[in-house]
């Protein structure tokens, strides 16, 4: 199977076995969002249990 190209790009493991994401929404019309806001969308998040499972699926990890 090949591992799913768009989601190479978008996501990282861990060496603890998580996945890295980037937030969304940090790309344009940053006027409006506060200081707080912006700083906090700089750092990566991890994906959700829920979403685990996919993911790892989309990079053929299971």
Known sequence: MKTNSS???RF????SGKI???HA???HILT???KKRK???TYFGAVDKADQKNV???LNML
């Open 7 to 9: 989601a190479k790009k």
């Open 20 to 22: 890295k994401r980037k």
């Open 56 to 58: 790892k699926l989309l």
């Open 39 to 41: 700083r906090n969308l």
């Open 32 to 34: 409006k969002k506060s």
């Open 12 to 15: 990282t493991l861990t060496a």
């Open 25 to 27: 929404f940090k790309s």
